[in-house]
């Protein structure tokens, strides 16, 4: 296996002056299957609290991952590090609660005085040693002078160990033995503060059906309901069991609402009731629908944590939910090598799709309706000739959905050398660096954005060969959450009507959300600064105009009823979602180019998704920015 002793940045770099360096953790990022291959090692992901542990002629510091110091919270860890035999040290682990079933319990943390169990710190990196820098060597040889500095036994202070391979069968023995979940790290990499896909978390989940006895509305530009207020049966009452404010789609969520309202009643189902905001807040309903929920844990409490929305259950009656206790046997966190490596029946083999290898071609992706990443891929396949030119020769910057759009979804602006070859690499100066950005020229490139579950592109407003002139300027229209779609196209309209005036053209696509774009090229001869600075005056002509329709102001508060035109994606390095990029939200949709005779108050933009706009492409055979690639127009001075 091929190693890399080049250091990570950040990383901590120890100095007779600066002693032990500041704390800032590797972070996890989600995935929904445990990755193969023994490239890969294992751990237990522990309930508790991230820390850091620094030691310095001044004695141990246990640090949160925000840098505050949380050494008398835990003064037996205290203890425990003074005896280490270090001078200076910079350790990683997790503080944690175990159970006398060898569990690790958060609740149980928060009340050692109360519960039975034992505090305990797993320790599982070694940064720095007595002066030695070594977070660039492979985790694999940090945590084998981790582990030579940790007492055999007797001690809070533990070894996290692990397990190489058998990503598939370690994982489902975590679940079985009822742990949260399991960490995947890469053996040969060096250790990198922040997020990295180097290190892999994969949760296990419990799901049971629930009764729905209430919901919240909606905040913010959400639609349909905030939250249901489930629960279930015990000796014949209803028992509240939490909120589940995530997993709905956009479709799912009205559906819902519309149901529940006919349900509604004037109290409680639930005894006893929630109390406080969450109770004045409520709608209470007749506890006759179910939903089945997945979440991670029940705690001491009664309640669910991290709890996800499945779907409604229309084949068992309410009063027949009842709270589900797992029968698994009780396990201890030391895990011990699996006696042979299993693969997922779930992982289907790997597909082609332009040339591009296409794996976990099954991963869902979107759940409502089901898009797999195969999906993904051909749907990019099917459009590239008309994506293309919105994307080619531009920077690009995206966004990375591992877990589909219900995981965690983070922004990539630079380029990774672990990155698709199909992508091209170019060098841009920037404020304080020179960062490496990536560029799609072929059909080849943006599937392979698809193949590395980088879900939305997102591109500058000028080309590589000309990084200084911008060749269009984007009029982003932005509804609050209490504008009417009919009012949106309203706004798109006279924003192109006052181009116009001003002997301009320009083009319209969706955001693939609730707004429009109002897109208007130009030559390429002026400079960003200028770009700006029109469309500044666009905007505050309009807000002017119409104040109590637009603002320029970003606050939420007090434009619920406001339309955001939005000239900030005119600033250098700002992006806009591409034409035909699909978007992280519910439904698939799609940012999707119009005809202005196209735009119609009574055709909503979520009708533009991943499933229906190849069929679109085909009836329209033209493209309805044909005469976009031909304008040459120049800025007004």
């Known amino acids: 296996m091929a190693t890399s002793r080049r250091p990570a940045t950040p990383r901590p770099r120890a100095t007779p002056s600066a002693g032990?360096?500041?704390?800032?953790?590797?972070?996890?990022?989600?995935?929904?299957?445990?990755?193969?291959?023994?490239?890969?090692?294992?751990?237990?992901?522990?309930?508790?609290?991230?820390?850091?542990?620094?030691?310095?002629?001044?004695?141990?510091?246990?640090?949160?991952?925000?840098?505050?110091?949380?050494?008398?919270?835990?003064?037996?860890?205290?203890?425990?590090?003074?005896k280490l035999p270090v001078t200076t040290a910079l350790l990683d682990g997790e503080v944690a609660f175990v159970q006398p079933d060898g569990r690790t319990s958060f609740q149980g943390l928060q009340n050692t005085s109360r519960a039975d169990g034992v505090l305990a710190y797993f320790l599982f990196d070694l940064l720095l040693v007595d002066g030695e820098d070594v977070s660039g060597d492979p985790l694999e040889s940090r945590k084998a002078r981790l582990r030579a500095l940790l007492p055999a036994r007797g001690s809070p202070l533990r070894y996290s160990d692990h397990v190489v391979g058998h990503g598939a069968r370690v994982f489902d023995e975590a679940c079985a033995a009822r742990l949260e979940g399991v960490i995947g790290k890469r053996r040969d990499q060096p250790w990198t503060g922040g997020r990295s896909k180097a290190?892999?978390?994969?949760?296990?989940?419990?799901?049971?059906?629930?009764?729905?006895?209430?919901?919240?509305?909606?905040?913010?530009?959400?639609?349909?309901l905030g939250a249901l207020l489930i629960g279930h049966y015990d000796d014949g009452r209803l028992v509240w069991a939490g909120k589940v404010g995530t997993g709905f789609t956009v479709a799912s969520a009205r559906?819902?609402?519309?149901?529940?309202?006919?349900?509604?009643?004037?109290?409680?189902?639930?005894?006893?009731?929630?109390?406080?905001?969450?109770?004045?807040?409520?709608?209470?309903?007749?506890?006759?629908?179910?939903?089945?929920?997945?979440?991670?844990?029940?705690?001491?409490?009664?309640?669910?944590?991290?709890?996800?929305?499945q779907g409604l259950r229309?084949?068992?009656?309410?009063?027949?939910?009842?709270?589900?206790?797992?029968?698994?046997?009780?396990?201890?966190?030391?895990?011990?090598?699996?006696?042979?490596?299993?693969?997922?029946?779930?992982?289907?083999?790997?597909?082609?799709?332009?040339?591009?290898?296409i794996t976990h071609p099954d991963r869902v992706v979107y759940p409502e309706p089901p898009i797999t990443k195969l999906d993904l891929a051909r749907y990019i396949e099917a459009i590239g000739s008309w994506m293309l030119p919105h994307v080619a020769e531009r920077p690009l910057t995206l966004v990375f959905c591992p877990d589909g759009i219900d995981g965690e979804c983070t922004y990539l602006k630079h380029g990774k050398p672990w990155g698709p070859k199909a992508l091209r690499r170019v060098k841009i100066r920037e404020k304080t660096k020179v960062g490496e950005y990536m560029v799609a020229d072929?059909?080849?490139?943006l599937v392979s954005i698809m193949q590395m579950n980088w879900l939305e592109t997102h591109t500058w407003n000028c080309t590589v060969d000309r990084l200084e002139q911008p060749d269009r300027l984007v009029f982003d229209l932005d509804?609050?959450?209490?504008?009417?779609?009919?009012?949106?196209?309203?706004?798109?309209?006279?924003?192109?009507?006052?181009?116009?005036?001003?002997?301009?053209?320009?083009?319209?696509?969706?955001?693939?959300?609730?707004?429009?774009?109002?897109?208007?090229?130009?030559?390429?001869?002026?400079?960003?600064?200028?770009?700006?600075?029109?469309?500044?005056?666009?905007?505050?002509?309009?807000?002017?105009?119409?104040?109590?329709?637009?603002?320029?102001?970003?606050?939420k508060v007090g434009r619920e009823a406001l339309i955001l035109i939005d000239v900030k994606r005119n600033i250098r390095g700002s992006t806009v979602v591409a034409a035909f990029s699909p978007r992280a939200r519910p439904g698939a949709p799609v940012s999707t180019p119009l005809a202005w005779d196209e735009v119609s108050t009574c055709r909503r933009p979520d009708r533009w998704t991943v499933r229906t706009v190849p069929r679109r492409l085909e009836q329209l055979g033209a493209d309805p920015w044909a005469d976009y690639w031909a304008c040459a127009q120049a800025l007004p001075r």
């Open 314 to 357: 229309e084949d068992k009656p309410a009063r027949q939910v009842v709270r589900e206790r797992s029968s698994a046997p009780a396990s201890s966190p030391t895990m011990s090598a699996p006696r042979r490596a299993v693969v997922s029946s779930s992982q289907a083999p790997a597909a082609q799709v332009a040339g591009v290898t």
């Open 20 to 82: 032990v360096p500041a704390y800032v953790p590797q972070l996890a990022t989600l995935v929904s299957v445990a990755p193969a291959g023994d490239d890969w090692l294992f751990e237990v992901k522990y309930d508790g609290f991230r820390m850091g542990l620094a030691i310095d002629a001044a004695g141990p510091r246990l640090l949160t991952r925000n840098g505050l110091d949380w050494s008398d919270r835990f003064p037996t860890l205290i203890a425990a590090a003074r």
């Open 442 to 445: 072929s059909i080849e490139g």
């Open 199 to 224: 290190w892999v978390k994969v949760k296990c989940l419990a799901r049971q059906e629930f009764v729905i006895g209430g919901f919240t509305d909606p905040q913010g530009a959400r639609e349909g």
């Open 479 to 555: 509804p609050g959450p209490e504008v009417r779609w009919a009012q949106v196209v309203t706004a798109a309209r006279e924003v192109r009507a006052v181009l116009a005036a001003e002997g301009l053209q320009s083009w319209l696509k969706t955001t693939g959300g609730r707004g429009l774009h109002v897109v208007m090229p130009m030559v390429r001869e002026r400079s960003w600064g200028e770009g700006l600075g029109f469309a500044e005056r666009i905007a505050g002509a309009l807000v002017a105009a119409a104040p109590s329709r637009y603002t320029t102001n970003f606050a």
């Open 255 to 309: 559906d819902l609402r519309a149901r529940l309202e006919l349900l509604i009643q004037d109290a409680s189902p639930f005894s006893p009731a929630p109390r406080g905001a969450l109770g004045r807040a409520a709608h209470w309903v007749r506890p006759e629908l179910v939903a089945e929920v997945a979440f991670t844990e029940w705690t001491d409490a009664g309640k669910i944590r991290h709890p996800s929305f």
